[in-house]
């Protein structure tokens, strides 16, 4: 596709289990973000890939959350023992450049719902 | 890093020019001003960015102040389409990395 796609776009776990989120980027782009998003709050960043490397995981929340991208491409959010302070919506972007001016693509998300 | 300030939410009439503001006392010299919006339920949509310059585009004009401290978005003939939160951005660069701080953004509600 053309845009930046998002799998599942909906996930519903219970508490204590593990999950994994897909994010598909725009073909080319070296620069891949994750963010979450809590209801009527501004997306909030966890982690920034420049190719295979995480360039900055300075807004993971804790260990239980982690992010690999090990072809420099598709990306997968991993989150262990969910709590149900996880539930939100995960975004991921991508940007072509990721310096100067690139701007970011985002997708349209996967809705967390930990009960 | 350089925090932005917007207004919480904003009406315009369809038809009209939507002109929100944002501040940004503390930008640095080499940080740009991003804005992006979000329709609900969808993912966040750039619309425009800008050093000190002046920029336009086919989705909106972006005025910064002479001393970059605040800036405006324009969109000018607002609709129905264009309900969403805007969000205003200074860009942050730290070493190779860098990340979009996102505020709450402003909501704008384009009445009929």
């Known amino acids: 596709g053309a845009g930046v796609s998002q799998t599942p776009s909906n996930k519903v776990t219970e508490k204590g289990k593990y999950v994994e989120l897909r994010c598909d980027p725009i073909s080319g782009h070296t620069a891949l973000y994750w963010y979450r998003q809590s209801l009527g709050q501004g997306p909030e960043f966890l982690i920034y890939?420049?190719?295979?490397?995480?360039?900055?995981d300075s807004g993971l929340p804790n260990d239980r959350f982690f992010a690999v991208r090990p072809e420099g491409s598709v990306s997968t959010l991993k989150i262990q023992r969910t709590e149900r302070g996880d539930s939100a919506v995960y975004l991921c972007?991508?940007?072509?450049?990721?310096?100067?001016?690139?701007?970011?693509?985002f997708g349209e998300g996967s809705r967390l719902t930990v009960l | 890093d350089a925090k932005t300030t917007q207004p919480t939410s904003m009406d315009c009439a369809e038809g009209r020019a939507a002109n929100l503001p944002c501040n940004h006392s503390t930008i640095s010299g080499n940080e740009y001003v991003y804005w992006y919006r979000q329709i609900h339920s969808q993912g966040p949509q750039y619309i425009i960015h800008g050093l000190k310059n002046n920029e336009t585009n086919e989705m909106a004009s972006l005025i910064i102040t002479e001393d970059r401290k605040s800036s405006t978005l324009i969109l000018p003939h607002a609709t129905l389409r264009d309900t969403a939160v805007y969000y205003c951005i200074v860009r942050v660069a730290k070493n190779y990395g860098q990340n979009f701080v996102f505020g709450p953004g402003t909501r704008l509600s384009v009445l009929p």
């Open positions: 890939f420049q190719g295979t490397g995480a360039a900055d």
């Open positions: 972007a991508s940007s072509l450049f990721g310096g100067a001016a690139g701007e970011l693509f």
